[in-house]
């Protein structure tokens, strides 16, 4: 079974200084048909304006991944981690116990766009830890390139959860099959673009649900990006 979620019906907030889009339920944005895929439960695309950011704040028991799509994001947390993420940068931090962090753009003149994505773990109660990697652009043309993964392999950051992260960039004849063994589900985002995936259009901010397929197809892309989640059923 396939679901189109397309980008305009996705939760929307303005503040100002933060444009997000919630593709589930999410602060104010709460529709019970719209509260999560298996584990996921958060894909927010936010732009957040120069000179603003999150203020620190706490999380727990919660997979916490930021995607870098345009502009630079600081980050520093409890656990004493300070760093820039750019776009090709992946940032893991399983909150555990808890752990507070803050999210800025520094820049004077320049927006930051990225998603933020949780994934709900497996296991409570674990020690909070950070993690983050650089996947290039040429690593992910034309093919999936894993970013995260429960094991952390083919140098994929490490999630708390039976769950794998692909993205890639496609355009014109590149076309990709991703195999689904019996009991996994995959959600497809697509990031910026135009891609069909399993037959069906989707185009920036758009995503496909897919349920009881063995074979996940993208092809017929326009200088698309796109992430897709390999999920426990």
Partial sequence: ??????????????????????????GHYQD?????????????EDRVHPGRGFGTHGHRDM???????????AHEDSMGNGSTLRYGDVQRMSAGTGVR???????????????QIWIQPN?????????????SPESKQG???????????DGSVLIHQDAAIYASILNGSDQI??????????????????AVVNGTELASGDALKVTGETVVTLAQAEAAEVLLFDLPY
């Avoid at 409570?124 to 996947?135: L, M």
């Avoid at 099959?177 to 135009?194: C, M, W």
């Fill in 1 to 26: 079974m396939l679901q189109v979620r397309k980008s305009g019906d996705r939760g929307r907030a303005d503040f100002g200084w933060l444009r997000s889009q919630h593709t589930f339920s999410f």
């Fill in 143 to 153: 093919q999936l390139r894993l970013i995260a993964s429960s094991n952390g392999r």
């Fill in 101 to 115: 962090h803050s999210e800025f753009n520094r820049s004077g003149s320049e927006a930051v766009h990225f998603l």
């Fill in 63 to 73: 997979e916490i991944i930021s995607y870098v799509l345009d502009g630079a994001l």
């Fill in 177 to 194: 099959k991703h195999e689904l063994t019996p009991g996994r589900t995959a959600y497809v985002h697509v990031v910026r673009g135009r």
């Fill in 32 to 44: 019970p048909e719209h509260t999560g895929f298996g584990p996921l439960l958060v894909i927010n």
């Fill in 123 to 135: 296991v409570k109660g674990i020690a909070p830890s950070y993690e983050e990697k650089h996947f």
